[in-house]
């Protein structure tokens, strides 16, 4: 197993098939045993091993990666502006709606 070291969340993709082979965490970690990837990544990114106790054929210690959790306040709430109609008190958001409620006014009088 391989600890590699990179900026957060990061994609790394494959530079002969262009598709994502793995990517960083929130803390810049990824953690693999994939020995593909290792040999192929240990040029790139500053690594260490990471040693796992076997018991038998299976792992007895396992690694937990966090799961990723992405916030983002980029654009501010618009400010919603009411149309009002100027003869009763008839109030939409939609300018459209507003010419077609003047229009029910010109049926009445």
């Known amino acids: 197993m391989m600890k590699f070291f990179g900026p957060p969340l990061k994609e790394i993709k494959s530079k ?3 598709k994502m082979m793995f990517r ?3 803390k810049g970690e990824f953690i693999t045993d994939d020995n593909e ?3 192929r990544a240990m040029g790139f990114f500053d690594h260490i091993p990471l ?3 076997t018991a038998g054929e299976r792992v007895a210690k396992t690694v937990v990666v966090p ?3 992405i916030t983002t306040n980029d654009s501010p709430k618009e400010e919603v502006r009411l149309k ?3 003869k009763c008190g008839f109030s939409c958001v939609n300018q459209g709606d507003l010419l077609a409620h003047y229009r029910t006014h010109k049926k009445e009088g």
């Open 16 to 18: 002969t098939s262009g």
């Open 24 to 26: 960083f965490d929130t």
């Open 37 to 39: 990837i290792i040999q």
């Open 51 to 53: 040693k796992a106790e």
């Open 67 to 69: 799961v990723m959790t």
């Open 84 to 86: 009002h109609c100027k």
